[in-house]
Nanobody
Framework: QVQVVESGGGSVQAGGSLRLSCTASGLVFDEQAMGWFRQAPGKEREGVSSISRRSDLIDYADSVKGRFTISRDNTVNTLYLQMNALKPEDTAMYFC?????????????????WGQGTQVTVSS
């Protein structure tokens, strides 16, 4: 049974930082491309960042480039998202997802395993 679990969300003031983590079990982690998505109330789910199996391919949404950093540690089956210089518009539920696709995957439909999400709230 595949389980994807996010953690690390919380409430911060604008300009602050948070580090999200995502652990995955029930799958071969180093054979998965991984991604972070977010969804704000009333808005569609959007891709934040994605990373290939060996971390050689990384992609960011324009809105987070230079502020967020995705990384993974295949030895402990964990994906990370370091979020710096947070803005109120970063407020959303953040989801971690996995796909066996080679390379990275930008779109939600490319992923087949999802976590329940962790809430990030940034106040001005």
């Amino acid at each position: 049974q595949v389980q994807v679990v996010e953690s690390g969300g919380g409430s911060v003031q604008a300009g602050g930082s948070l580090r999200l983590s995502c652990t995955a079990s029930g799958l071969v982690f180093d054979e998965q491309a991984m991604g972070w998505f977010r969804q704000a109330p009333g808005k569609e789910r959007e891709g934040v960042s994605s990373i290939s199996r060996r971390s050689d391919l990384i992609d960011y949404a324009d809105s987070v480039k230079g502020r967020f950093t995705i990384s993974r540690d295949n030895t402990v089956n964990t994906l990370y998202l370091q979020m710096n210089a947070l803005k109120p518009e970063d407020t959303a539920m953040y989801f971690c997802a996995a796909t066996p696709k080679v390379g990275f995957a930008r779109l939600a439909w490319e992923y087949n395993s999802w976590g329940q999400g962790t809430q990030v709230t940034v106040s001005s």
